[in-house]
């Protein structure tokens, strides 16, 4: 609970920064709707010619566009943006001021930034998820929602932390920022269902870059498609990926000097 309120308050701090610039709120929505606009056009010319793709029909990777653009929200709400302070801070040495706080110095930095108008990236999402589970005619079951809900997590777990071993690299090496920007261009590949790509990139974008666990998994279980081998290997990387990068971060921080070095 602690945890909660320390988080909540970051948020309400981010909510207070954003608003005095409320021009970003139609930047952020122009941009939203274009993306979500050139996904639906795309979706619209392949599938004037085919009634499949890979086996997914059109409103099931209606569907996966719109997970794809709940994790893309929450990615921009509060993963990167602290990432990219975090970065900022190893190299100016305003990280000395979050090592000094009585709390987690993970926690702190992962919570310190937010983007609030991100938050239309997720309601997008949650709109264009919903009208096309409405399309499909799927009635979601307690079962599949629950199964949903954990690759979300599972999904959401494994590019935070791959986000963290990422920005911990700082540690390091100096300017690492542009790390995170390809990233975010290679998560662009999981508007399409990662089955859909050669065997080589389908492995890259399930282990090496796990875009598969954030995007194609957590439509599968909303569309029916999920098998209880993915829910597990989802789970289990999630674990091992957290795992991972926390230990990746104390054996960075024990390289950091201060600004004082």
Same mark, same amino acid.
């Given at each position: 609970?602690?945890?909660?309120?320390?988080t909540?308050? &970051?948020?309400?701090?981010?909510?207070?920064s954003e608003v005095?610039?409320?021009?970003?709120?139609? &930047?952020?929505?122009?941009?939203?709707?274009?993306?979500?606009?050139?996904?639906i056009?795309?979706?619209?010319?392949?599938?004037?010619?085919?009634?499949?793709?890979?086996?997914?029909?059109?409103?099931?990777?209606?569907?996966?566009?719109?997970?794809?653009?709940?994790v893309?929200?929450?990615?921009?709400?509060?993963?990167?943006?602290?990432?990219?302070q975090?970065?900022a801070?190893v190299?100016?040495?305003?990280l000395? &001021?979050?090592?000094?706080?009585p709390e987690?110095a993970?926690l702190l930095?992962?919570?310190?930034?937010?983007?609030?108008w991100?938050l239309?990236?997720?309601?997008l999402?949650?709109?264009?998820?919903?009208?096309?589970?409405?399309?499909?005619?799927?009635k979601?079951?307690?079962?599949?929602?629950?199964?949903?809900?954990?690759?979300?997590?599972? @999904? @959401?777990?494994?590019?935070?932390?791959?986000?963290?071993?990422?920005?911990?690299?700082? &540690?390091?090496?100096?300017?690492?920022?542009?790390?995170?920007?390809?990233f975010?261009?290679?998560?662009?590949?999981?508007?399409w269902?990662v089955?859909?790509?050669?065997?080589?990139?389908?492995?890259?974008?399930?282990?090496?870059?796990?875009?598969?666990?954030?995007?194609?998994?957590?439509?599968?279980?909303?569309?029916?498609r999920?098998?209880?081998?993915?829910l597990v290997?989802?789970?289990?990387?999630?674990?091992?990926?957290?795992?991972?990068?926390?230990l990746?971060?104390?054996?960075?921080?024990?390289?950091?000097?201060?600004?004082?070095a």
């Amino acid at each position: 609970m602690n945890y909660l309120r320390l988080t909540m308050a &970051f948020f309400w701090v981010g909510v207070i920064s954003e608003v005095a610039y409320r021009i970003n709120f139609f &930047f952020q929505l122009f941009q939203s709707l274009i993306s979500l606009g050139v996904a639906i056009a795309g979706i619209s010319v392949i599938f004037s010619y085919t009634d499949s793709l890979g086996g997914w029909n059109a409103q099931e990777i209606l569907a996966l566009v719109g997970v794809y653009l709940l994790v893309g929200g929450i990615i921009g709400l509060i993963i990167r943006p602290g990432m990219e302070q975090f970065i900022a801070s190893v190299r100016d040495g305003n990280l000395d &001021f979050t090592l000094t706080k009585p709390e987690d110095a993970q926690l702190l930095v992962s919570i310190q930034r937010t983007n609030l108008w991100s938050l239309i990236d997720i309601a997008l999402g949650m709109g264009v998820l919903i009208t096309a589970l409405v399309r499909l005619g799927e009635k979601v079951g307690a079962g599949q929602a629950g199964e949903f809900v954990l690759v979300l997590v599972a @999904g @959401g777990s494994i590019i935070y932390s791959f986000f963290l071993i990422l920005a911990t690299l700082s &540690f390091w090496f100096v300017r690492i920022e542009n790390i995170l920007t390809v990233f975010q261009s290679l998560y662009e590949a999981g508007r399409w269902p990662v089955s859909l790509y050669p065997g080589w990139l389908r492995y890259g974008l399930t282990f090496v870059i796990p875009v598969a666990f954030a995007t194609t998994v957590p439509a599968e279980a909303l569309t029916g498609r999920l098998n209880w081998q993915t829910l597990v290997a989802a789970s289990i990387v999630a674990l091992v990926l957290l795992v991972v990068s926390r230990l990746f971060w104390r054996i960075g921080l024990r390289r950091y000097a201060g600004a004082s070095a």
